[in-house]
């Protein structure tokens, strides 16, 4: 009887400790963890003045499956300060990535705290941790491409320069430095949506929830070879660029004085503009495959009804607004403002929220939804999933708005700094000539 109730005492203390005679067992959380798995796809300059309207399949497999943000906007609308605030979950004036090159940005200035960031976070709670595609200005230049940054069991960077490559560019894997060609196969959209494929297809068989950061590149101007892969080419040759009262603006006396000293664009620019534009579009179609094989292979997999699923920009871009060929950066719409939408187990189908939203939400949504994640930042953002659940959740009624007044290319001088608020109706904007944020 004695031998029957020591076994007892020894099961129970099994089942609470999950240590017997001190030998490690996996515990029952990570035994069954239900934790839903995050994915977030990020495109490079998609603005959200139009662009989400011909991506057919995305509007299908997300926004009629989930929620979509009308007013979704970027902190500062420029790639690598708008991934930083991503995985920092801070606003610019608090990660201090404020440009994409040194002195003021680029992912060396970011390296030295990398270690505490959203990807490290999500993998020290139990998260298996995946980036496939563009990471932040720098890495392979400030960084070497063979360096892992921390947080990410599983790595495909693209290297620098070659980010800006559809074609012969290089990716880390993992470390190990590959080279793509020029053939049909080496379209950079179609390998990261292939490789995410692989990824998601390797974690089949795993209950460990995992988290992939998707980031194509597309629809960003190359610096060589511009063309939409052939499958797509020509497919918008007829498109008209749209010319809201803000393009080709007349009258700008309204503007900080470096818009007011640009003339008006000449026919040229605005026909080279309106080529851009039908490039950009047709490279977004890519994308719209890329979603697809993602849900594809999330149903095949049997892990599409417990994964959420974030749709989004860096920044916007202007295609002659405000007399502007090119650029992101500034403070208006046109750069500011990015698509937005999610879906995911318990997100409504079909909806659409109009709250100002910022990207500097979308980590701590993601800490929301990941459950049991301790941040070793300050969060500067919301969760969204309240707004998501009932669109009548109090929200704020402002957005924080910041940024470098400065035109591409980034080694240009810097004409000065903004901060602004936007509510629902207005914007107010400082510009200062000298000083950072």
Same mark, same amino acid.
């Given at each position: 009887?004695?031998?029957?109730?020591?076994?007892?005492?020894?099961?129970?203390?099994?089942?609470?400790?999950?240590?017997?005679?001190?030998?490690?067992?996996?515990?029952?959380?990570?035994?069954?963890?239900?934790?839903?798995?995050?994915?977030?796809?990020?495109?490079?300059?998609?603005?959200?003045?139009?662009?989400?309207?011909?991506?057919?399949?995305?509007?299908?497999?997300?926004?009629?499956?989930?929620?979509?943000?009308?007013?979704?906007?970027?902190?500062?609308?420029?790639?690598?300060?708008?991934?930083?605030?991503?995985?920092?979950?801070?606003?610019?004036?608090? =990660?201090?990535?404020?440009?994409?090159?040194?002195?003021?940005?680029?992912?060396?200035?970011?390296?030295?705290?990398?270690?505490?960031?959203?990807?490290?976070?999500?993998?020290?709670?139990?998260?298996?941790?995946?980036?496939?595609?563009?990471?932040?200005?720098?890495?392979?230049?400030?960084?070497?491409?063979?360096?892992?940054?921390?947080?990410?069991?599983?790595?495909?960077?693209?290297?620098?320069?070659?980010?800006?490559?559809?074609?012969?560019?290089?990716?880390?894997?993992?470390?190990?430095?590959?080279?793509?060609?020029?053939?049909?196969?080496?379209?950079?959209?179609?390998?990261?949506?292939?490789?995410?494929?692989?990824?998601?297809?390797?974690?089949?068989?795993?209950?460990?929830?995992?988290?992939?950061?998707?980031?194509?590149?597309?629809?960003?101007?190359?610096?060589?070879?511009?063309?939409?892969?052939?499958?797509?080419?020509?497919?918008?040759?007829?498109?008209?660029?749209?010319?809201?009262?803000?393009?080709?603006?007349?009258?700008?006396?309204?503007?900080?004085?470096?818009?007011?000293?640009?003339?008006?664009?000449?026919?040229?620019?605005?026909?080279?503009?309106?080529?851009?534009?039908?490039?950009?579009?047709?490279?977004?179609?890519?994308?719209?495959?890329?979603?697809?094989?993602?849900?594809?292979?999330?149903?095949?997999?049997?892990?599409?009804?417990?994964?959420?699923?974030?749709?989004?920009?860096?920044?916007?871009?202007?295609?002659?607004? =405000?007399?502007?060929?090119?650029?992101?950066?500034?403070?208006?719409?046109?750069?500011?403002?990015?698509?937005?939408?999610?879906?995911?187990?318990?997100?409504?189908?079909?909806?659409?929220?109009?709250?100002?939203?910022?990207?500097?939400?979308?980590?701590?949504?993601?800490?929301?939804?990941?459950?049991?994640?301790?941040?070793?930042?300050?969060?500067?953002?919301?969760?969204?999933?309240?707004?998501?659940?009932?669109?009548?959740?109090?929200?704020?009624?402002?957005?924080?708005?910041?940024?470098?007044?400065?035109?591409?290319?980034?080694?240009?001088?810097?004409?000065?700094?903004?901060?602004?608020?936007?509510?629902?109706?207005?914007?107010?904007?400082?510009?200062?000539?000298?000083?950072?944020?």
């Amino acid at each position: 009887m004695k031998k029957l109730i020591l076994l007892i005492i020894m099961a129970a203390l099994f089942f609470i400790q999950g240590e017997p005679f001190g030998l490690p067992v996996r515990s029952a959380l990570a035994q069954s963890d239900t934790r839903p798995n995050i994915i977030v796809i990020m495109t490079d300059d998609q603005d959200d003045m139009g662009s989400m309207s011909i991506m057919t399949k995305t509007k299908s497999l997300l926004a009629d499956k989930g929620v979509t943000f009308k007013n979704s906007f970027v902190d500062n609308a420029v790639c690598c300060p708008s991934r930083a605030t991503f995985i920092t979950g801070q606003y610019s004036h608090n =990660h201090s990535i404020l440009d994409i090159e040194p002195p003021l940005g680029g992912y060396g200035k970011l390296h030295p705290t990398a270690q505490n960031t959203l990807p490290v976070w999500l993998q020290q709670s139990g998260y298996h941790t995946a980036l496939i595609g563009k990471y932040l200005n720098g890495y392979g230049t400030e960084i070497p491409g063979t360096t892992v940054p921390p947080g990410w069991h599983f790595w495909n960077g693209l290297v620098d320069k070659s980010t800006y490559k559809y074609y012969n560019y290089t990716i880390s894997e993992n470390g190990t430095l590959h080279t793509y060609g020029n053939s049909l196969a080496d379209y950079q959209t179609d390998v990261l949506a292939k490789k995410a494929a692989d990824y998601i297809s390797s974690r089949t068989d795993s209950s460990q929830p995992f988290f992939l950061w998707l980031t194509p590149m597309a629809p960003h101007i190359p610096i060589s070879n511009g063309s939409p892969t052939p499958r797509y080419e020509g497919l918008f040759s007829s498109l008209a660029l749209p010319q809201a009262p803000s393009f080709n603006e007349s009258d700008v006396s309204d503007k900080p004085s470096f818009i007011q000293s640009r003339p008006l664009m000449s026919g040229a620019t605005i026909d080279s503009i309106q080529t851009d534009f039908r490039l950009q579009r047709e490279r977004l179609l890519a994308v719209d495959d890329m979603v697809k094989t993602v849900i594809d292979i999330l149903e095949a997999s049997g892990k599409l009804d417990n994964t959420v699923i974030i749709f989004t920009s860096d920044n916007g871009f202007f295609n002659g607004e =405000h007399r502007l060929p090119t650029n992101k950066r500034l403070v208006y719409e046109e750069s500011i403002r990015v698509p937005l939408v999610i879906r995911g187990p318990g997100i409504p189908n079909g909806e659409t929220r109009t709250s100002l939203v910022s990207n500097v939400d979308l980590p701590a949504t993601i800490i929301d939804f990941a459950k049991n994640v301790t941040p070793g930042r300050a969060l500067d953002g919301k969760s969204l999933i309240p707004l998501l659940q009932n669109p009548s959740t109090p929200w704020r009624t402002t957005i924080l708005l910041q940024g470098l007044d400065r035109f591409p290319p980034a080694n240009t001088p810097l004409l000065g700094t903004y901060q602004a608020v936007r509510t629902n109706s207005y914007k107010y904007a400082e510009h200062a000539t000298v000083g950072i944020l």
